[in-house]
C-alpha cells in the first residue's frame, strides 16, 4: 500500500510540532504516529482526485494547478 512507503519516510516528530503547535504541552510518540497515520491516509485519498484531474486534462504530469482543482471540490 502507498501509505506504508510514506510511514518510513515521514518520521513522527512533524506531527508533535503540528500539535504542539496548537497548543499541547505534551505528545506521546503514539500520539504523533497516529495523527502521522491518519493525515497520510488523507493524502492518499487526496492524491487518488488529483491523479484523476491530471488524466483528465490528458497529461501523466501532475502540476501544481491540478492539486488546486482538485481542492476546490474536495
Known amino acids: 500500500m502507498v501509505t506504508d512507503m510514506i510511514k518510513h519516510a515521514m518520521t513522527p516528530a ?3 510540532r503540528i500539535m504542539r503547535k496548537c497548543g499541547a504541552e ?6 504523533a504516529k497516529e495523527l502521522r497515520n491518519v493525515i497520510e491516509d ?6 487518488k482526485e488529483i491523479v ?3 488524466r483528465h ?3 501523466k504530469t ?4 491540478d492539486i488546486e482543482l ?5
Open 14 to 16: 512533524p506531527f508533535d
Open 62 to 65: 501532475i502540476k501544481k494547478e
Open 42 to 47: 488523507i493524502a492518499e485519498d487526496i492524491s
Open 52 to 54: 484523476v484531474v491530471a
Open 70 to 74: 482538485a481542492m476546490r471540490h474536495h
Open 26 to 31: 505534551r505528545v506521546s510518540e503514539g500520539a
Open 57 to 59: 486534462a490528458g497529461r
